[in-house]
């Protein structure tokens, strides 16, 4: 068989087919999903200017706030590993290597997941503004023990179910603005680079077998608890390793799991079976980033077992396997308790985009630092449903007047204190971002060029204002910038707030229809001197979560926090 991985070096398999027909060996319906593996280090690197294509837009930098000269503004990530803020610095100059753990691909995913995948793509957005080449490698585990038991207990093939979710999970990344990786290998596209490694591991003199199972000694590995501080005497067998006597450790952890009844296995020099959970990640990143690179992501959850787990079997099979910066996001907890499928204390991503729209969920993840933890609640979703509606419904409302006047910016032609405004929520959103990605920094920092784009709008003094028009549009362009960035930028701003009318109506159990009755209900109340019965009306919606807005002519109506929420937050704080 073709060696497949070589220590630190390029890997060239372009001769190679992942076609699993020769490997797989029972009955049920197989995959026939490939993958190109490139054959350099690193994957999808081009040349190129910085400009980018975001989320179908064309983005430059524009030397604002960021490039300076030519060189790239610096960022500090939070390095697990040392346990404190570092420069990042690349090991190739301009280009980055980034590995993030993904799904385990036997149910719908929750908004943990969505949170650690919130946090990597505006790490990968960021890192492309900056104008860094960016291989983003993020995998799905699709051969496991849960997707087997999930697999059974519904009578299907494991790996059609795993591909079924696999899907599922992609639609609801697409909803939530995350931007495709370079590259989502799967586990069962990829076990010859895994039985590869083991093999090396073996070699190397790190793993042992029994009885067609392989395991990785812990034992040769003095390092071993580096990246979570846990000494291996604290390990407890049974959290997250099997139990097993057989095993000279019992903290040694399975390469290769023997063929059992029942489930998908492959032949391999060991027997028939199939990887355990940890090899995989160390195999893949392998393969497309080489053994050394730059930013390993996922929860911290993951830190241990799984990544540290990942470190020892890296450098096992290649002893200058080295990754630069381990980064990991918080939990998202519900009354303080970790949010998880084992827990059943979960809320899905369907079922929160179902009622809330899936921006205002992004945005909710955002408002809280990726390391720390977030509690989720009606009142924060409904918060950020608010929020996310005021920020459009102004960028909208300047779109429109814009679009009458057709006014192009420059910034060369506007007032010194629109310019001065402009300037400040640049230098925010570069220093917060660079500071460890401070998403909810700049997310305050929206507030004063919204107000300004408001008070050019709507006030008196702002409509007399000189180059009025240049203004709003100078505004609107710098605030539209960074929503790309941040990934909260909707295809259209009008689209986005009726689809948060539509949400904000379903949580209400209401229709338009009835809404705009109970504003022409109130306008005869209030026509007729009926002051108790309008007031009552405008309460009435206002605990559903409805806010009627009177203009000079009529009155409109926009989602809000229910008063009851409201109340209750107030009674918290």
């Not at 490939?34 to 030397?63: E, Q």
């Not at 409509?463 to 909707?490: C, D, H, Y």
Request: proline share 4%; hydrophobic share 35%.
């Amino acid at each position: 068989m073709l060696t497949l991985l070589r220590c630190c070096s390029p890997l060239n398999l372009s001769a190679l087919s992942l076609s699993r027909v020769s490997l797989l060996h029972f009955h049920i319906l197989k995959t026939s999903r490939n993958y190109s593996i490139k054959s350099t280090v690193r994957c999808a690197f081009s040349s190129g200017t910085s400009k980018h294509l975001i989320n179908g837009n064309n983005w430059a930098n524009d030397g604002d706030a960021v490039i300076k000269n030519g060189e790239i503004k610096e960022l500090w990530l939070y390095n697990t590993m040392s346990r404190q803020k570092e420069l990042f610095k690349p090991k190739v100059p301009g280009k980055v290597g980034m590995y993030v753990c993904g799904v385990t691909a036997y149910d719908l995913s929750h908004i943990g997941h969505a949170r650690a995948y919130v946090t990597f793509d505006v790490l990968y957005r960021y890192l492309k503004y900056l104008a860094y080449e960016v291989s983003y490698v993020r995998n799905f585990t699709d051969v496991d023990d849960k997707i087997i038991a999930r697999a059974n207990e519904l009578g299907e093939d494991p790996l059609c179910l795993s591909r079924h979710f696999c899907d599922e999970f992609l639609q609801d990344m697409a909803s939530l603005h995350c931007l495709p990786p370079s590259i989502e290998p799967r586990v069962s596209d990829h076990i010859p680079q895994i039985m590869d490694m083991i093999k090396q591991i073996i070699d190397n003199g790190y793993a042992y077998q029994l009885d067609g199972d392989v395991y990785f000694s812990v034992d040769r590995c003095p390092d071993y608890g580096q990246l979570s501080g846990r000494k291996l005497e604290d390990n407890r067998a049974g959290e997250r390793v099997a139990v097993d006597s057989r095993k000279r450790n019992p903290a040694d952890f399975a390469l290769w799991k023997s063929a059992k009844k029942g489930e998908p296995f492959w032949q391999s020099p060991w027997g028939p079976g199939r990887p355990g959970w940890h090899i995989e990640c160390s195999a893949m990143s392998a393969a497309y980033l080489s053994y050394s690179f730059d930013i390993h992501g996922g929860g911290m959850d993951l830190i241990f077992p799984h990544h540290e787990n990942e470190i020892v079997q890296s450098c096992a099979a290649c002893h200058d396997s080295n990754v630069s910066y381990w980064v990991h996001n918080g939990f998202v907890t519900i009354d303080s308790e970790k949010m998880s499928k084992s827990l059943g204390n979960f809320f899905t991503i369907r079922q929160v985009i179902d009622i809330y729209h899936p921006l205002a969920l992004r945005l909710f993840l955002m408002g809280t630092h990726y390391r720390s933890p977030i509690n989720y609640s009606d009142v924060q979703l409904e918060s950020a449903s608010e929020r996310i509606f005021y920020i459009y419904q102004t960028l909208h409302d300047c779109e429109d007047v814009l679009q009458q006047h057709g006014v192009a910016s420059d910034k060369d032609s506007i007032p010194d204190d629109t310019m001065n405004c402009i300037s400040k929520f640049q230098n925010d959103f570069a220093i917060s971002m660079s500071d460890d990605l401070h998403t909810p920094i700049v997310l305050a920092a929206l507030s004063d060029p919204l107000k300004s784009i408001n008070d050019l709008l709507h006030t008196r003094k702002g409509k007399k204002q000189k180059l009025r028009m240049e203004s709003l549009a100078a505004l609107e362009k710098t605030i539209r910038n960074v929503l790309i960035v941040l990934g909260l930028m909707p295809s259209s701003y009008l689209e986005a707030l009726q689809q948060l009318r539509e949400k904000a109506l379903k949580r209400a159990k209401l229709t338009e229809a009835e809404v705009l009755q109970k504003i022409d209900d109130r306008a005869t109340a209030r026509k007729n001197k009926e002051y108790e019965k309008s007031d009552a009306i405008r309460k009435e919606l206002a605990t559903r979560g409805i806010a009627l807005m009177d203009g000079t002519d009529n009155t409109t109506w926009r989602p809000t926090v229910p008063v009851a929420l409201q109340e209750e937050c107030a009674a918290a704080t």
